[in-house]
């Protein structure tokens, strides 16, 4: 007989996953935190989720301890009781965790999307909650009485063995589809706005993160059928390996759109700061002479195309700082100038800022 024990492997796989999802997740409330920014619901359902998956793996770690990873041959029979309790909640947790990571990612999304789209984004939080809870219910019900779920021992019945793993993979299967469609919809607000190419392909790239996560899923949902093992203690490994890497890529994959937010506004603050003031100059007369402006009271209202910007510029100048030139032409004073930029979609009012600005801007009246 084989006595292979995989459960330290099951340790370092999950906990990384833990550990990484934790790290972005931290980066982007910091983010948000230290340019004064609202958290707003998607970053509590996120920071719920990865919650959700902390648990989950403490549970893990708990049954390890008790044989989980070995053959089934190998686990001391009284353990099997425990184990499967332990193993119901374990489910349950990873179910949560994965249900809410998305339903954050689509919260964000909410406000991006324009008109009916949020309809559809309203129908997928709504049918990824109930098809995943529905999961998550039946795996405590699926016996008679609800002991028997966790107990082989106990008298009673149950569902046949192949009906709840079915169920599962068509849960784990649709919620896997939706991440796809989520990954996707930004391109469509994307493409419209007002920046060059260059730009709107990474933002889009960075908000269509959600892919993998996709990926992910999908192998999780081929590894569901093991629920009907008899050798469960051993074969679960990959489900629980690709569960977590479900959630877990799922929480990264919300949070890097921040993390870009981050490294443009670092660059944009290096440019502001070390790039000459020709080129600066230059840039602005561009912007000038290629659109149409009005000033009123301090503000500059430039409009072009479908979308308009609202540019209100504010001069500061210190009592500390030098004169601005001296007789040879050399520049002594600095002044910093703020912009603000707020784009708004002339068909519905809709604030559609660029999609960097939108996950790293501040708290909307509503969704």
């Known amino acids: 007989m084989d006595h292979e024990d995989i459960g330290h492997s099951i340790l370092i796989a999950t906990w990384t996953l833990v550990g990484l999802s934790g790290l972005f997740l931290a980066v982007r409330l910091i983010c948000k935190l230290r340019t004064k920014r609202h958290l707003w619901w998607d970053d509590h359902v996120l920071t719920i989720s990865w919650l959700m998956l902390l648990t ?52 964000t999304l909410l406000r991006l999307m324009p008109g009916r789209t949020r309809f559809l984004l309203w129908f997928i939080i709504a049918t990824v909650n109930i098809s995943m809870g529905l ?23 149950c569902w046949e063995p192949h009906v709840y793993p079915t169920y599962g993979m068509f849960a784990a299967g649709y919620s896997a589809a939706m991440d796809f469609v989520l990954a996707l919809l930004p391109w469509k607000v994307i493409w419209k706005l007002q920046m060059r190419r260059k730009e709107k392909i990474g933002v889009a790239l960075a908000m269509s993160m959600g892919i993998f996560a996709g990926g992910t899923a999908i192998v999780k949902t081929l590894e569901i059928p093991v629920l009907a093992s008899e050798d469960f203690t051993f074969v679960a490994a990959g489900l629980i390996n690709w569960g977590a890497a479900e959630s877990a890529v799922t929480i990264i994959a919300a949070s890097i759109p921040v993390l870009r937010t981050l490294f443009m506004d670092f660059r944009s603050l290096s440019k502001r700061y070390y790039l000459p003031e020709s080129n600066n100059q230059t840039q602005i007369s561009r912007v000038a002479t290629t659109t149409r402006r009005t000033i009123r009271n301090n503000t500059v209202v430039i409009s072009g195309g479908p979308l308009t910007s609202h540019l209100t510029q504010t001069i500061t100048n210190s009592s500390d700082e030098m004169p601005l030139k001296d007789p040879a032409g ?38």
């Not at 390890?64 to 089934?72: D, M, Q, S, V, Y």
């Not at 374990?90 to 339903?103: E, N, Y």
């Open 56 to 107: 989950s793996i403490v549970l893990v770690t708990i049954s390890i301890t008790k044989g989980l990873g070995k053959h089934a041959y190998d686990v001391p029979p009284q353990n099997f009781p425990f184990l499967g309790l332990i193993g119901n909640f374990t489910g349950t947790f990873s179910i949560l965790a994965a249900t809410w990571s998305k339903t954050a990612f689509a919260i």
């Open 135 to 157: 999961n998550a219910v039946f795996m405590w019900t699926r016996c008679s009485p609800v002991s028997k779920t966790w107990n082989p021992y106990a008298p009673g019945t």
């Open 330 to 367: 050399q520049i002594l004073q600095r002044t910093e100038v703020t912009v603000a930029v707020e784009l708004r979609d002339k068909e519905g009012g809709r604030d559609v800022s660029s999609a960097s600005s939108i996950i790293g801007g501040g708290r909307p009246d509503k969704l």
